[in-house]
């Protein structure tokens, strides 16, 4: 009996669904196709070498924070920069050249955030991850985010 009444009320919500579909068919009938324009999409065949002045940039303008098993502290890198950054865009390029991100770039050391002051701190839920990367992953990273922003610029695929 149930099974019944289960099948009737599902046939019924079936021949409406189709009864729309129809009434929507019938309604633009008479629209004329839209003739979709054809349009070439520019494809990210390579990225540009990192530049000694692009990292020092970089480095220059990081905010001083160092991730707990960073071997190298912020400061230290930023002291140094004029000596480290030859060496570090030789890695990046060989890095973006490969397409292979470097596996000890990957580490990094997970921490709960309070999401708001005011949440009570004894609750789990109420925190979120916050990872910490090291400052190479970091400037990785950014030196990746403007390449493809630039191709995404410049190709005009994103919307203004």
Known sequence: MLLTILLELELKAVSSQC???NSVRSSTESTPMYDV????????D??????????????????????????????????NSGLLSQLTALLFDKS?????????????????LLKKP??????????RPVLDLLF????LERVV????QAFLDSSDLLPR
């Not at 324009?37 to 990210?44: H, M, N, Q």
């Not at 990225?47 to 990292?55: H, I, K, M, R």
């Not at 985010?145 to 493809?148: E, F, G, S, V």
């Open 136 to 139: 190479l992953s970091k400037l």
């Open 46 to 79: 390579e990225l540009t070498l990192v530049t000694v002045d692009e990292l020092n940039k970089l480095i220059s303008s990081a905010p001083c924070k160092t991730c707990q098993s960073d071997p190298a502290r912020m400061w230290l890198v930023k002291d």
């Open 118 to 127: 005011d949440l009570d701190d004894s609750q789990p839920k109420n925190y």
């Open 19 to 21: 009864h729309s579909v």
């Open 96 to 112: 973006l050249a490969t397409g292979r991100f470097p596996s000890g770039f990957k580490n990094a050391v997970a921490r709960p």
């Open 145 to 148: 985010h403007n390449r493809l």
């Open 37 to 44: 324009p054809y349009r070439s999409t520019p494809t990210l």
